[in-house]
Nanobody
């Protein structure tokens, strides 16, 4: 059974940085596309970034080069390095694993103060 556990969220001032981590259990991590999504209050969940098993990355336009997604297959962990954070980045960030179906973590809250 796949379980995803996010960590690294918190309160940061505008312009600051955070690194989110998502640890996956199960044996399919290295074969799965991993992603980060976010949901701000009153808004729909949206894609932030994805990374394929081969390391190809895709980013939402709003990332604008500020975020970097990476993965460590030896640790079954995916990361999201976020810099130049803006108040508009405030949201719950969710980890996603795609392998035949979608698996989701419970999310980690990122709050960016102005």
């Amino acid at each position: 059974q796949v379980q995803l556990v996010e960590s690294g969220g918190g309160l940061v001032q505008a312009g600051g940085s955070l690194r989110l981590s998502c640890a996956a259990s199960g044996s399919i991590f290295s074969e799965s596309t991993m992603g980060w999504y976010r949901q701000a209050p009153g808004k729909q969940r949206e894609l932030v970034a994805t990374i394929t098993p081969g390391g190809s990355r895709n980013y939402a336009d709003f990332v604008k080069g500020r975020f970097t997604i990476s993965r460590d297959n030896a640790k079954d962990t995916v990361y999201l390095q976020m810099s130049s954070l803006e108040p508009e980045d405030t949201a719950v960030y969710y980890c996603n694993l795609k392998y035949a179906r979608d698996y989701w973590g419970k999310g980690t809250l990122v709050t960016v103060s102005s």
